[in-house]
């Protein structure tokens, strides 16, 4: 009986020990340069990134040994980070009325632009064309993103073709199964640049902040995220990644 005791005891005590080494996992999609991609040179587990290093940052700040970068469809993040299987949520992600509904987001730490892509002799020359009355123009969107809501919203389900990401939107605006690609700036930018016959429009479609959103059952990491994020804004730390990856324009 005392030997089964001093076992017990000794499990209790090793369950109470907290696990050294731990990482803040962090939910993504990694197609969204230059804020999450793949990089299997990169010292992030084959990730780098403005989002993965901003959430590295965070976690030694916090006292993990770093960030995991968990990979998956746009569209599984919001679900993901409800349900607590990962930690925090990183992908360009604006905080919206929809999305509140199931997670909590911080306060915004970037600031993303939506953009047109058109081909190069495209007749769209500028967003109003895409909404003015009675234009038929379709837009391909990556699924559930902002630019989808943008999209749906000003010109109609019938309008919008949906893909699992922006790399596929682009793909079909090249092959003429779309006329333009609504995306986030920064992206859109790096698609046009890697593939010929492709052109920005110099008007934007709208503007919006990015934010991390964290599980509403886990109020307490959602603090300590913000003010570590709030301090590494403060101290520079943020804006050195940024421009590590955006060059003033």
Same mark, same amino acid.
């Given at each position: 009986?005392?030997?089964?005791?001093?076992?017990?005891?000794?499990?209790?005590?090793?369950?109470?020990?907290?696990?050294?080494?731990?990482?803040?996992?962090?939910?993504?999609?990694?197609?969204?340069?230059?804020?999450?991609?793949?990089?299997?040179?990169?010292?992030?587990?084959?990730?780098?990134?403005?989002?993965?290093?901003?959430?590295?940052?965070?976690?030694?700040?916090?006292?993990?040994?770093?960030?995991?970068?968990?990979?998956?469809?746009f569209d599984?993040?919001?679900?993901?980070?409800?349900?607590?299987?990962?930690?925090?949520?990183?992908?360009?992600?604006?905080?919206?009325?929809?999305?509140?509904?199931?997670?909590?987001?911080?306060?915004?730490?970037?600031?993303? &632009?939506?953009?047109?892509?058109? $081909?190069?002799?495209?007749?769209? =020359?500028?967003v109003d064309? %895409? /909404?003015?009355?009675?234009? #038929?123009?379709?837009?391909?969107?990556?699924?559930?993103?902002?630019g989808d809501?943008?999209?749906?919203?000003?010109?109609?389900?019938?309008?919008?073709?949906?893909?699992?990401?922006?790399?596929?939107?682009?793909?079909?605006?090249?092959?003429?199964?779309?006329?333009?690609?609504? &995306?986030?700036?920064?992206?859109? $930018?790096?698609?046009?640049?890697? =593939?010929?016959?492709?052109? %920005? /429009?110099?008007?934007?479609? #709208?503007?919006?902040?990015?934010?991390?959103?964290?599980?509403?059952?886990?109020?307490?990491?959602?603090?300590?995220?913000?003010?570590?994020?709030?301090?590494?804004?403060?101290?520079?730390?943020?804006?050195?990644?940024?421009?590590?990856?955006?060059?003033?324009?």
């Amino acid at each position: 009986m005392k030997k089964l005791l001093s076992v017990l005891v000794a499990l209790m005590m090793l369950c109470a020990v907290p696990a050294m080494a731990e990482k803040l996992t962090m939910a993504t999609n990694a197609t969204f340069p230059p804020y999450e991609y793949v990089d299997e040179g990169s010292a992030f587990g084959g990730f780098a990134g403005i989002d993965v290093e901003v959430a590295d940052a965070i976690a030694k700040k916090l006292g993990y040994e770093g960030v995991e970068v968990v990979d998956m469809e746009f569209d599984a993040i919001i679900s993901d980070v409800a349900t607590g299987k990962s930690m925090i949520g990183m992908a360009g992600l604006t905080a919206n009325n929809e999305r509140m509904q199931n997670i909590y987001f911080s306060f915004p730490y970037a600031t993303g &632009i939506q953009a047109v892509i058109v $081909k190069e002799d495209s007749p769209i =020359t500028s967003v109003d064309d %895409l /909404l003015a009355e009675g234009a #038929a123009y379709k837009a391909g969107v990556q699924m559930n993103t902002t630019g989808d809501i943008y999209a749906s919203d000003d010109m109609g389900d019938d309008r919008v073709v949906r893909f699992n990401s922006g790399a596929d939107a682009v793909m079909a605006l090249k092959n003429g199964k779309v006329d333009c690609v609504i &995306i986030d700036n920064e992206p859109a $930018k790096a698609y046009v640049e890697s =593939t010929t016959g492709l052109k %920005l /429009l110099d008007t934007k479609y #709208a503007e919006e902040e990015y934010a991390i959103c964290v599980s509403k059952n886990n109020v307490e990491l959602l603090g300590k995220v913000s003010a570590a994020l709030q301090d590494l804004i403060a101290d520079g730390t943020v804006q050195a990644i940024v421009d590590k990856y955006i060059t003033a324009e």
